[in-house]
T-cell receptor
Framework: DAKTTQPPSMDCAEGRAANLPCNHS???????VYWYRQIHSQGPQYIIH?????ETNEMASLIITEDRKSSTLILPHATLRDTAVYYC???????????WGAGTKLIIKP | DGGITQSPKYLFRKEGQNVTLSCEQN?????MYWYRQDPGQGLRLIYY???????QKGDIAEGYSVSREKKESFPLTVTSAQKNPTAFYLC??????????????FGPGTRLTVL
């Protein structure tokens, strides 16, 4: 079973920041949080990952709460090409595998 | 260009036939994975391989088989024992499985339809 909970869908206006929440209340101290996205009928694309600290790269920022029970992916200036399903994933420590949930369908509107 | 290729993009088979899906990578990655995705669902792990000539079952291995004879190749066979094989199949690779991070690179997928 997935170890994360995400809203099934969200809208965001083009040019605004898109904030995607994720709950992972049962995460263990040594398990990473990963974010991927999947544009319709394509293979998923890696976005970012983190353990405890906030992370930023050229695509997005990842904000992890101090208790590690939730996180937020931030796309700073959403474009129409950011319309996709976004998956928040916990990497299981025992076998390093990614446990995928159903994700959040993000729709960017002009 | 480095990447993962899967062929074919669309595949149709009759019920009861075995079918093999191809996955090739030129990223020099040690680890490779096969996932299944059903409509509106996340990915579920079928098999993974950490090194040549070794592979492990994932969460839904029943009715599937794999081989890993070469580092760059990880074919998946969907056997007649798989009760509901129609799905989108994704292959992925990563540098390894045991590092502190594990970015997986995905192929474009094969959509299998069993008639």
């Amino acid at each position: 079973d997935a170890k994360t909970t995400q809203p099934p869908s969200m809208d965001c206006a083009e040019g605004r920041a898109a904030n995607l929440p994720c709950n992972h209340s049962t995460i263990s101290g040594n398990e990473y949080v990963y974010w991927y996205r999947q544009i319709h009928s394509q293979g998923p694309q890696y976005i970012i990952h983190g353990l405890k600290n906030n992370e930023t790269n050229e695509m997005a920022s990842l904000i992890i709460t101090e208790d590690r029970k939730s996180s937020t992916l931030i796309l700073p200036h959403a474009t129409l090409r950011d319309t996709a399903v976004y998956y928040c994933i916990v990497r299981v420590y025992s076998n390093y595998q990614l446990i995928w949930g159903a994700g959040t369908k993000l729709i960017i509107k002009p | 260009d480095g990447g993962i290729t899967q062929s074919p993009k669309y595949l149709f088979r009759k019920e009861g036939q075995n079918v093999t899906l191809s996955c090739e990578q030129n990223l020099n990655h040690d680890a490779m994975y096969w996932y299944r995705q059903d409509p509106g669902q996340g990915l579920r792990l079928i098999y993974y391989s950490q090194i040549v000539n070794d592979f492990q079952k994932g969460d839904i291995a029943e009715g599937y088989s794999v081989s890993r004879e070469k580092k760059e190749s990880f074919p998946l066979t969907v056997t007649s024992a798989q009760k509901n094989p129609t799905a989108f199949y994704l292959c992925a690779s990563s540098i390894s499985t045991g590092r502190s991070y594990n970015e997986q690179f995905f192929g474009p997928g094969t959509r299998l339809t069993v008639l």
